[in-house]
């Protein structure tokens, strides 16, 4: 958990809206402002690189939201996505429902360091016409494979695939089941875009497997908005954090953080923190 706020506080303009959250901005309400003033209060904005006390802070998250009060096996992401929409709840002052996605209101500044507009996109093969279902996510979550690297990953993420034989869809338009193209496009990048490789694979209904696999990936790479919604700009992303789960299995998990400041990449590994 340590390592997800550790990546995010490597982001000038996430640290600097922290800080002047820390001065007393918003009010105190979610579950993310009382985490925020727990970490202020243990002295973390006094300092370049503040230390938090891992027992201390897994402690009172678990106060926060029950769900995190296990110790071990807490998955990275979830814990990240829930930072986020506490977060932009806090900001927002309206409880974060994705499902009420508004594309013409006016975003945060939570959404616009980090919220992606993907749309699920269907092309009926007959007469052509085009639906668009927009949805807002925190991270761009990619399927992982063997032998790959994150270009690779994002292409597959944005192909296109033909549902036809008994996935065929209905078309409103032609008012009958017809094939479709269907794919994902990006609608908005935000300033900061979190990747998150989809590395739990369900074998059944119950079990879950770690993909180990190697992933390469370029220390900048350009991502590009394929729909021609109000935010066209593609944008060219420098690298600046990466999490990383180091264990193969899945209950006992320990995450480090790899975060650069300036030209430097630190590695935040709980309260130990060196240069790489
Ligand atoms: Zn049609």
New binding site residues.
């Given amino acids: 958990m340590l390592s997800v706020l550790q990546c995010l506080f490597g982001i000038d303009e996430f640290r600097r809206q922290m800080m002047a959250y820390s001065n007393g901005k918003y009010n105190t309400n979610t579950g993310f402002a009382a985490i925020v003033e727990q970490i202020s209060s243990m002295g973390f904005f006094s300092r370049k690189f503040g230390v938090v006390s891992v027992k201390k802070f897994f402690n009172f998250v678990a106060q926060v939201n029950p769900t995190f009060g296990r110790q071990e096996g807490i998955d990275a992401h979830e814990f990240l996505q829930w930072i986020l929409i506490e977060l932009q709840s806090t900001v927002s002052g309206v409880r974060y429902d994705k499902a009420k996605y508004d594309p013409k209101a006016q975003p945060t500044w939570v959404q616009n360091l980090f919220e992606i507009i993907v749309g699920n996109s269907f092309r009926?093969?007959?007469?052509?016409?085009v639906t668009m279902l927009p949805e807002s996510a925190w991270t761009l979550s990619l399927d992982v494979d063997a032998n790959t690297s994150l270009p690779e990953l994002y292409r597959y993420f944005i192909r296109t695939e033909t549902l036809k034989l008994n996935e065929k869809k209905y078309?409103?338009?032609?008012k009958?089941f017809?094939e479709i193209d269907r794919s994902n496009k990006l609608m908005k990048l935000p300033r900061n875009l979190i990747v998150h490789m989809k590395r739990l694979f369900p074998i059944d209904k119950i079990n879950i497997k770690k993909l180990d696999y190697k992933i390469l990936f370029p220390l900048e790479m350009r991502f590009g908005v394929q729909s021609g919604g109000p935010f066209p700009e593609d944008r060219l992303y420098d690298l600046k954090g990466v999490v990383v789960h180091n264990t193969p299995g899945l209950k006992i998990g320990h995450y480090y953080a790899l975060v650069k400041y300036g030209d430097i990449w630190l590695k935040f590994d709980d309260t130990a923190i060196s240069v790489i």
């Fill in positions: 009926c093969l007959c007469c052509e016409s078309c409103d338009k032609c009958t017809q």
